[in-house]
């Protein structure tokens, strides 16, 4: 497994990032900000309001896994690119080894990034993640240990994203062991996706009062 530190390609399709900054009082992209917005956080509010509501875990699963699934893809592959110019990937090459790249759009001007975009992406991106661990606390201590699984699968999606970016910002220079991480966001993905399909494929008890068991 390689890890990689580049700028962005020079043939990349996508529109300079930072090419109009006329107005530095609108949002050049209040789209992608909106969407950077609104899955990450619907899928917090949708598990908040079905916990105390007390709506069908099936169902609210679903829901939050694919809110969760649409950030993920969304932060990962737009808004990172147009909001602050950064975007990591992976591919495998023809040996079958996988390479990790982190991409920075590299000699860029601080007044090119428009300064609101990036205050709201990094902090959007910080936030959901300790809010994540926060509803995984709180359902720990109410004893409702099938909730825990959204709260974990949340962490799990919305670090990646948090260390991709990080490693897309500081590099090696901040001393962020790359294998390491990218191993462990493997393998807890790997877990969560086992989960997942556990829950979803497994056959009912008997009783039908007995509620699954998740473990992360």
Known sequence: MFMLQAPLLDDDDTPAFGEENEDHGKLKHPFVT?????????????????????????SCFIIIILLLSADFWTVKNITGRLMVGLRWWNYVDDDGTSHWVYESRKGLQQSRVHAAEARIFW????ASPVLWVILLIFAFFSFTYAWMVLPAIGIVLNGANVYGYLRCRYGSSQGIQ??????????????????????????PAASGTSQPQQTV
């Open 34 to 58: 909106l969407f950077h917005l609104l899955f990450r956080f619907g899928a917090i509010i949708v598990y908040i309001l079905a916990n105390w509501l007390g709506q069908g875990f099936i």
């Open 123 to 126: 902090a959007a991106l910080y």
């Open 178 to 203: 790359t294998s390491l991480g990218a191993a462990t966001t493997s393998f807890m993905r790997d877990q969560v996706m086992k989960n997942i399909s556990s829950m979803m494929f497994r056959q």
